[in-house]
């Protein structure tokens, strides 16, 4: 396939003169694509969103709970540990011991003196 474009080169330049035909376009490659038959899609700005990380009250007031079961998870401290319960490092409240979880409300002074309520979380033994 070479040998007929040589030859219509070396034709084109011994018979024609320079402005009758571009002797360039004979060697030059197809470097243009076709125009696309779609237009191109746009990227979009979503789909960062981080996995939830599922806070909330666990067992409610009046459901058995065992030792070591988390009751509330949270960040800081909107319910207080109370009695039989501990705070975890993430702030989690969890049982000590086996018993029946309690809400209830108390007073708590804040630094400016004035008071807040807070609701406490407790566990009841059972007996």
Not at 23 to 30: D, G, I, L, P
Not at 95 to 113: L, Q, W, Y
């Amino acid at each position: 396939s070479a040998k007929p474009v040589l030859a219509a080169f070396r034709n084109a330049t011994a018979t024609a003169t320079s402005s009758t035909i571009n002797t360039a376009s004979v060697w030059k490659k197809r470097v243009w694509s076709s125009p696309a038959h779609k237009a191109a899609g746009s990227s979009t700005s979503l789909g960062r969103e981080s996995a939830s990380q599922r806070l909330g009250i666990k067992l409610f007031g009046g459901q058995k709970v065992r030792a070591g079961q988390i009751i509330v998870r949270q960040r800081g401290t909107k319910y207080q540990p109370g009695k039989f319960v501990r705070l975890g490092s993430d702030d989690t409240i969890y049982a000590e011991i086996a018993g029946t979880v309690k809400f209830r409300s108390k007073k708590i002074m804040r630094f400016t003196g004035s008071l807040q309520n807070k609701t406490v979380v407790d566990v009841v033994p059972t007996k």
